[in-house]
């Protein structure tokens, strides 16, 4: 079993937990981005009309080049990224307004004889530039439908429910449209904004993912435009090679335009608990026994945690979870008279009327056996889409503040559980101890099968 993904940042802001899952770059040729006036003129003159290419560039200038701009007012929004650690703004700024388009565009590259860079563009939630494309063409991904919520994505409910969902739509749209149904995604990332295609390029992990996997994990088929711009099905039956090299594979295997996402049952609240630690070999203890497949007591949908580093962290981990002022007080004595990083676990059970009852026990048979600090475990209740939904709320409180738009350093490190004891010594307890800088540091354990 592999425990324990510490993320580490070095930012100020309490709320920057993940948004690194949609950085993906389509490279299709090395060459440059030669055209500086981007016209069916231009592109016709650059062809021999003998030559094979001759109908394709007529075609792409006819139905595509409208779809092109290179005006400084359409290109500068996209010269970040949320990381907003860097600028680049893109050659010119594709808007498809179909898969098909994307097709054109990439085949029209891969048989120029001046072939030219294409990126994609979904939410812009990568965090170092790896969308920018100075010398090339950014597809703009929400010009496939965003703009009409639910446009491309339809909930199947059956025997194995599923989502089948463009990859341009965000997760929030998909969460919304399966819940209509009773229905919701297996694992979700811990913030909603991102795309279907920006997640399933990267991992898409959160403390879902002991259960279920990561979200590339819970994919049944994909819709992906290779290099040289022909669209392929594929899944672990069909196209396997594809299916497993774009899931993952940060864009540098296609596009993602369509998806289908595995649903499961969704309850109706969520009991959310909190426990705090200053023993990081028993937050480890018990957090293997919380995502143990054999563990008797598997109550948990979600289990998480963190690293308070200072007391000026209690104020931030109190937004979402609700906590009283006595509370409050408690825990940030016990930050500022601990000689060390304190630690807590959040565990979440997902309930309704129905399960309610069993719930109550399991969870107070299970506490029993875990290792907190007495008097110090925490929880209440709140809706289910208010929990998976809660870093959005935080999101609408720091944007009138100037606090959202900053930039976003971020890490994510896969640590194996032989190596987590050391990487706690020398991280948490020495180079980052007491650290009133750091942005919050997610430990999320996972089991390795999964």
């Known amino acids: 079993m592999q425990m324990g993904i510490p993320r580490l940042s070095s930012i100020i802001l309490p709320l920057t937990i993940l948004l690194t899952y949609t950085s993906f770059v389509l490279s299709l040729l090395p060459e440059a981005f030669q055209t500086v006036d981007i016209s069916s003129e231009t592109c016709s003159s650059t062809t021999d009309p003998q030559s094979s290419l001759t109908t394709d560039f007529d075609n792409f200038s006819k139905s595509i080049f409208s779809k092109i701009t290179t005006d400084p007012t359409a290109t500068l929004p996209f010269a970040t990224d949320f990381g907003n650690l860097s600028e680049s703004t893109p050659g010119a700024v594709f808007y498809p307004s179909s898969p098909e388009d994307i097709a054109a565009l990439i085949r029209f590259s891969h048989r120029s004889p001046k072939p030219f860079p294409i990126s994609q563009r979904g939410a812009g939630h990568s965090m170092y530039g790896q969308t920018f494309v100075p010398d090339g063409v950014l597809i703009d991904m929400s010009s496939l439908g965003r703009g009409q919520v639910g446009s491309r994505i339809t909930v199947v409910d059956g025997p194995v429910p599923y989502a089948d969902a463009g990859g341009e739509q965000l997760w929030i749209d998909v969460l919304n449209a399966a819940l209509k149904h009773g229905l919701m995604p297996r694992t979700l990332t811990d913030y909603l904004y991102p795309t279907i295609g920006g997640t399933l390029s990267n991992a898409g992990i959160s403390g879902r993912a002991f259960k279920h996997g990561p979200q590339i994990s819970n994919v049944y088929e994909l819709d992906v435009i290779t290099g040289t711009g022909?669209?392929?099905?594929?899944?672990?039956?069909?196209?396997?090679?594809?299916?497993?090299?774009?899931?993952?594979?940060?864009?540098?295997?296609?596009?993602?335009?369509?998806?289908?996402?595995?649903?499961?049952?969704?309850?109706?609240?969520?009991?959310?608990?909190?426990?705090?630690?200053?023993?990081?070999?028993?937050?480890?203890?018990?957090?293997?026994?919380?995502?143990?497949?054999?563990?008797?007591?598997?109550?948990?949908?979600?289990?998480?945690?963190?690293?308070?580093?200072?007391?000026?962290?209690?104020?931030?981990?109190?937004?979402?979870?609700?906590?009283?002022?006595?509370?409050?007080?408690?825990?940030?004595?016990?930050?500022?008279?601990?000689?060390?990083?304190?630690?807590?676990?959040?565990?979440v059970a997902y309930y309704d009327d129905i399960t309610v009852p069993s719930l109550d026990q399991n969870i107070k048979s299970l506490l029993e056996e875990l290792h907190y600090i007495s008097g110090f475990a925490f929880s209440f209740d709140m809706p289910l889409f208010d929990f998976l939904n809660r870093l959005y709320y935080q999101e609408l409180a720091r944007r009138p503040l100037g606090l959202w738009l900053v930039p976003h350093p971020w890490l994510d490190l896969f640590v194996p559980k032989s190596k987590v004891l050391e990487f706690t010594s020398r991280i948490f307890e020495g180079i980052l101890n007491g650290n009133t800088a750091a942005g919050p540091v997610l430990i999320f354990p996972m089991n390795r099968t999964m």
């Open 230 to 347: 022909e669209t392929v099905t594929c899944s672990r039956e069909i196209n396997s090679d594809l299916y497993y090299a774009a899931l993952g594979g940060l864009g540098q295997f296609g596009v993602i335009t369509r998806a289908q996402i595995a649903l499961e049952p969704a309850r109706k609240m969520a009991r959310w608990v909190r426990l705090f630690y200053t023993d990081v070999k028993l937050l480890m203890k018990d957090q293997e026994k919380l995502i143990s497949t054999e563990s008797n007591f598997s109550v948990f949908d979600f289990v998480g945690g963190e690293v308070l580093l200072s007391v000026r962290k209690v104020a931030a981990i109190s937004t979402a979870f609700k906590l009283s002022e006595n509370d409050k007080e408690k825990i940030t004595r016990l930050v500022a008279e601990y000689d060390g990083p304190v630690y807590f676990i959040d565990a």
